[in-house]
């Protein structure tokens, strides 16, 4: 059934440039970009929760805290951008 909702056609199409030469577009960097933000996100989770069990300062509970909240916010871009 046909996606009403969907801009394509189902056909796959060349991207060009704008003097129509084809360009490739490689996946390979995509996997790798999500692998990384899934180690940073889950590194930076466990680091947090070890910093709070630890009473550690709260400027290292924040960095972790954010760097979490930074890999979240890319992940999501790029599934948005890749689906």
Do not use: E
């Amino acid at each position: 059934m046909k996606d009403p909702y969907r801009f394509d056609d189902g056909v796959t199409r060349k991207h060009t440039t704008p003097d129509n030469r084809s360009v490739r577009q490689s996946g390979g960097g995509s996997v790798a970009l999500r692998a990384g933000l899934w180690l940073l996100l889950v590194l930076s989770a466990a680091g947090n929760a070890v910093a709070s069990l630890g009473s550690m300062d709260t400027l290292i509970r924040l960095a972790f805290g954010v760097v979490t909240v930074l890999c979240i916010i890319g992940l999501i871009v790029h599934h948005v951008r890749h689906r």
